[in-house]
């Protein structure tokens, strides 16, 4: 799994970093099918209306084979954002896995059900 993290308007430290791949290896232990992780932290000082909060996101594109999942978690402390951000993630992939075990046993349970109604024809036609 290839993962990159990056900082838009914030440095990211090695305690950022360290979080972050902490959170990912969780989602991995999940789903090992993962291609790339693409992670944006920023910070967004335009919150200085409202208080002089700034608002920290952590943003995450994560590919798989055939598909993209984007994530993104808002907070105002950088920490509780990618907390947010790995357990929306976590809740994709689960939804992801889920979707493909369920495609499985459909496509199983249509071939058994023609193969039944072609088995009665044959017997109806002797």
């Known amino acids: 799994m290839n993962v990159s993290i990056s900082g838009h308007h914030i440095s990211v430290t090695d305690a950022m970093n360290t979080a972050v791949r902490e959170k990912l290896e969780k989602i991995e232990r999940h789903f090992d099918q993962i291609q790339s992780i693409q992670v944006i932290l920023s910070l967004d000082n335009s919150g200085a209306s409202d208080g002089g909060r700034k608002s920290h996101k952590a943003e995450a594109i994560m590919r798989v084979s055939g598909q993209e999942m984007f ?50 024809d044959a017997a109806s036609a002797m």
């Open 71 to 120: 994530v993104q978690a808002q907070d105002d402390d950088m920490y509780k954002a990618i907390n947010e951000m790995s357990d929306k993630l976590e809740r994709q992939v689960r939804k992801y896995k889920t979707r493909q075990q369920d495609r499985k046993t459909r496509a199983t349970g249509r071939d058994n059900s023609y193969n039944n109604s072609e088995a009665a």
